[in-house]
């Protein structure tokens, strides 16, 4: 596979990119159900200077985080289209972004107008990083930061009145389709805690990026997780993965980001 080439790889993108640096991001846990070596942690710079801080600009928001942080890239640049929408559905609301990782969703529902927002997440690195580029861009006392599991975050919520707008983005329930089935209760579970967690007449975007989940079935681990919380969800819109992470037309499996915008009323 690709491993093989490494070399080649790296020298076609230098050709052609000129980049500044390239980084192996591989993480151990691909590698060994790819059945390659692990790439050690003084390996993985293939190409440049040393890199400690990944810094860019998203659509007028600035972001640095430090390398170090694992998840994919470093970001989630697929989740775009979502977090263009919460930013235009925000102003005035309260908004809770769920498994926030670095707060991009709560960034742009800040400057959306929101009247407050909390982002949650479990990794204490995710979130100073986060509070790093809330400061960045001046939103520091606008955005509350907190470490913590997502479903004592719901439970919170319901207990303060809600919030209007839940964004729920979990990571990989079912990486491959042998988790499926246990992917799915997950999904129901998530829904479930997201819809208490809203008003009446809130919303609710609830979040996949696993290949082994279809459309489909998110939204019937939606409409059973409403009907848990005792509410019903009526799906306004869908997203997926930005432009710039095409899909094979050969290759359906490569339609793995779904998110499920949806209403989310009393039965």
């Known amino acids: ?32 159900a790819e059945g390659f070596n692990t790439v050690a942690a003084n390996e993985r710079q ?28 470093g970001f989630y640049f697929d989740q775009r289209p979502l977090r263009t929408r919460i930013e235009a559905l925000s102003r005035g609301s309260r908004v809770l972004d769920g498994c926030c990782y670095v707060g991009a969703v709560a960034l742009n529902a ?18 100073e990083a986060g509070k790093q580029c809330a400061a960045l861009n001046g939103m520091a006392d606008e955005i509350h930061f907190v470490v913590s599991d997502i479903h004592a975050a719901f439970e919170q919520a319901e207990k303060d009145g809600g919030y209007d707008i839940v964004v729920c983005d979990p990571p990989k329930l079912a990486p491959q389709r042998r988790n499926r089935q246990r992917g799915m209760g997950g999904y129901r579970r998530m829904a479930a805690g997201a819809c208490r967690a809203t008003k009446a007449g809130g919303l609710v975007a609830l979040c996949s990026c696993s ?3 279809s459309a489909d079935a998110l939204q019937r681990a939606l409409a059973l997780g409403a009907r848990d919380a005792g509410k019903r969800a009526l799906v306004l819109e869908r997203f997926f993965q930005g432009v710039d992470h095409p899909v094979a037309a050969a290759f359906p499996e490569g339609l793995y980001l779904k998110v499920l915008l949806s209403r989310v009323e009393p039965l």
Do not use: C, W
């Open 1 to 32: 596979g690709l491993v093989r080439r490494k070399e080649d790889v790296v020298a076609a993108l230098v050709a052609v990119m000129n980049p500044k640096a390239i980084i192996d991001r591989t993480p151990p846990a691909a590698a060994k």
């Open 46 to 73: 293939l190409y440049g200077r040393t890199v400690e801080t990944l810094t860019f600009m998203e659509r007028g928001l600035h972001y640095q985080l430090p390398i170090t942080l694992t998840q994919k890239t």
């Open 110 to 127: 800040a400057r959306g107008g929101a009247s407050e927002v909390v982002a949650v997440d479990r990794s204490t690195a995710a979130i």
């Open 211 to 213: 290949a082994a989940v």
